[in-house]
Structures are given as C-alpha cells and as structure tokens.
C-alpha cells in the first residue's frame, strides 16, 4: 500500500457519494505536512513556507493552509485575487515574476506581497508600478548545471528561462538601494521534484554564499533566503520519502556556517514548496468503464489527462491502486487509458497490476499538485469535482464538476437566421 494513502473504504465511500471521476484530498495529510515543515525549520524564528497555488488552487485548501500559518506564492494576477479573497495580505504573499504582464504588479504592490524579481530589468516595471519597496526578493539562475559532489547533475538552470545571473546581483541591488530598498531576499529554485535530501541543504548553501557576497559588494542587509520549492515525492514506491526533519536540521548547519546563531537581524528562511505538502495527499478516484484486447490489453477509464495530465505530458509515474484488489497478485500485463483522442492519453504503460474488471474503482495516487490545477477541456473533456475528506470522517464537496453550460459560457455564438431566439 503506497505511504500516504487512505483506506480503500474512504474511496469506496466516496465514490458511493459522488460520481466518479474526481479528485478526493485528505485534510489530515495536508495539515501534517504543513506542520511538519514548520517544525523542520522552527530553529530560524523567521521561518515562512508560501504554499506555491499553482499546485492546487482550492481555496478550501489554501485557507486550511492558512490556518496552519503558511503564506502563498502566487505568479499570476488570478492567483492574486485567489490570496485576497482569502485574507492574504502583506508578507504573507510572495509574487514571483516571470515575463507576465507588468500591470500584474499593481496589486501585488496593493496588497504588499514580497516582490521576487526574475530580471534585473523588472527593476523599472516595479519603479512605474507602486514603487520600489524597503525589501525586495532577486531570484537568481547561477546557470550551467546543478550537481551534488560535482558530479552528479540534478538540474540543468543554465536551460531555465528565470532568474538573474550572479554577475548582475552587485549592480542591481545598487540600483535598488539607490531608489530605497533597504534589504533584499535571494531566491533560486534549481531543481525540480528532487528526492535527495541533499538539495535544499546545496541550494541553501549556495545561496547563503552568493547573498553574503551580494550584500558585502552592494552594501545591503540580507533579509531572507527563499528556498522556493522543488522538495519531491516518492511517485514510485521504491523511492525514500523525504525527511523534512533532516532537511531543516542539515540547512541549519549551513545556516550557522555562514551567519553564526539565528537571531534579530540575521537573515530569515523563507521556502514556497508546492508539491511536497498536497501532492501525496490527493487522489484521482476513476472506473474502469472498458476492457480492450487488441495488440496490447487496454483498461479504459472514465478519467482521461484532464483530471492528471502528468503521465502523457512527461511521461511521469503515478502509481495505480485497484479498490479491493490491494492484496491480489499483480499478474496482468494493462495500459491504462483514458478517453481523449490523444494515444499519450495513457495513466500507466504495460504497468503489472491485478486483474481488473469493468466496474472496478482504480484510485490514482499523488494527484494533490499539479493534478486538478494542470487541467484543461480538450475534446470537449470537463474539469471534475474535488472533494475533500474531512479529518472527522465527513466527505465535503470542494469545487463541482464542470458543466456544458460552463464549457459554453465563453464563447460567441453564430445568429442563426430564421430561428427566433
Ligand atoms: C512551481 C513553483 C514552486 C513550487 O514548486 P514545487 O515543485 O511544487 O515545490 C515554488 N516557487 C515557484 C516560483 C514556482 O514557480
């Protein structure tokens, strides 16, 4: 049974409520991740982890995050609104900008979310839009490739179309404190989905280096080092969960490395992990509504890439539960396929599992980020409900399925001549 699941009879139960497919997000798995973070990194008392919406815009879920005292880390104008409808305010929203249309900036500055500049030409955007703040956050690209011990390659950034390059730290944080910044954060997000426990402690050193140099060339205090996110999942079982408790503990021997004890006027820690806090604890929850033996042995069901659009995008692993049949052997060889017309429209690939029958409920697992938010209406396909299984037991509908009508609202319709409207 894979780590983080529920009990077969929550999705039974679940599936006797609602109509499959949806997504189903277990609120007690949520809070305790939450929680845990928070806990992994208490020893700097200016912690804060801004949970990244793109990986699961509920505001159900995001103002359960609230409560559990995380921030947001929004990117576009439309999760902004999200963050203020929900009582974000101030530092509690991070606005990281990349290439997005500079008016987006005006209500970031309105509601005082902490800026993370991508170039150090958006230096001028922020100056035409609310000014240039006491702090500001610089996202930096340190390029070519990220490896641990040298050798083994993590992440390619030289490839990624954010962030500054360390050259133009010095000059812009002069710019910046020219026009009245006071302090500034650095931020850098190198890898993604990242296992080894290694990656925050390497990137936290880097950055903890480059920030105490910026900060020495340019004259500015550091403020704060963001971590952002890339924290991964165990998608395949055979992969170690990572213990966020080391994690912290190991940045906190970086932390000391470089700027002694935590305290007042030492540089806080900020971290915007996305995937690491839902994505376990959601569910894709499907039927088997067709069996195919033609060259390969096919299970249709009724969710298709637009509920997780993962697996045909990147090929990614999920792994794939059949309700009942946890314990029966895997002896049969399927492609589990959904119903776009769309051949990478494929959850699993000859992937071993038990005997399924039409009928059958299959739960598709770590669909808590970048599942639900990554969705779109290909084929006429509509988004689906998500549902939240409550930490009292109690199933509660979290946004409903997409209707025709829904599909249809956008668009403009032709007269049609000689019909009375
Ligand atoms: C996507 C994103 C994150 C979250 O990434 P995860 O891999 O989900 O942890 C954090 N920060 C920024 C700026 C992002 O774009």
């Not at 290694?198 to 880097?206: H, K, Q, S, V, W």
């Not at 540089?267 to 929850?285: N, Q």
């Not at 299959?362 to 006429?380: E, P, R, S, V, W």
């Amino acid at each position: 049974m894979p780590n983080d699941s529920l009990a077969s009879e929550v999705f039974a139960r679940a599936a006797a409520l609602y109509p499959t497919p949806f997504h189903l997000y277990d609120e007690a798995g949520i809070r305790r991740t939450a929680r845990a973070v928070r806990e992994a990194f208490a020893w700097q008392p200016d912690f804060k982890e801004y949970f990244a919406v793109k990986a699961l815009p509920n505001p159900m879920i995001l103002q359960l995050l609230h409560e559990e005292g995380l921030g947001l880390d929004c990117s576009s104008l439309t999760e902004l609104l999200l963050a203020q409808r929900l009582g974000f305010f101030g530092d509690e929203i991070m606005f990281s900008a990349n290439a997005m249309p500079p008016e987006e900036f005006d209500l970031a500055r309105q509601l005082g979310a902490i800026i993370n500049l991508d170039d150090i030409s958006d230096i001028d955007l922020l100056l035409r839009h609310g000014g240039i703040p006491d702090t500001v956050c610089v996202r930096v690209n340190t390029g070519g490739t990220f490896a641990f011990d040298g050798n083994q390659i993590m992440g390619t950034p030289g490839e990624a179309k954010y962030g500054w390059m360390p050259s133009q730290l010095a000059e812009g944080l002069m710019r910046l404190k020219s026009l009245g910044m006071k302090r500034f954060g650095l931020h850098a997000f190198l890898a993604s989905n990242m296992t080894d426990p290694r990656y925050y402690p390497a990137l936290a050193r880097i950055l903890f280096d480059l920030a105490r140099k910026a900060s020495e060339a340019a004259g500015v205090p550091v403020a704060f080092i963001n971590l952002s996110g890339g924290i991964g999942i165990p998608y395949r079982r055979e992969v170690q969960p990572v213990d966020i408790r080391a994690v912290g503990e190991a940045v906190r021997a970086e932390y000391e490395a470089a700027f002694g004890m935590p305290g007042p006027g030492k540089p806080g820690i900020k971290a915007e992990l996305g995937r690491y806090i839902t994505g376990p604890h959601g569910f894709v929850v499907t039927r088997a509504v067709h069996e195919k033996k033609t060259f390969k042995h096919y299970i249709g069901v009724d969710a298709c890439a637009v509920q997780l659009i993962r697996p045909a995008m990147y090929g990614a692993y999920h792994e794939i539960s059949v309700v009942g049949r946890e314990h029966e052997p895997a002896t049969e060889r399927y492609d589990i396929t959904g119903c776009l017309c769309e051949n990478n429209d494929k959850f699993a690939i000859d992937r071993l599992m038990p005997e399924i029958h039409v009928g059958d409920l299959l739960i598709i697992h770590d669909a808590g980020a970048h599942a639900f938010a990554m969705g779109y209406q290909y084929n006429g396909r509509l988004r689906t409900a998500e549902i939240l299984y409550r930490e009292d037991g109690q199933y509660q509908l979290i946004r409903r399925a997409e209707t025709p009508e829904d599909y249809f609202a956008t668009m403009v319709w032709p007269d049609r001549k000689g019909e009375s409207k």
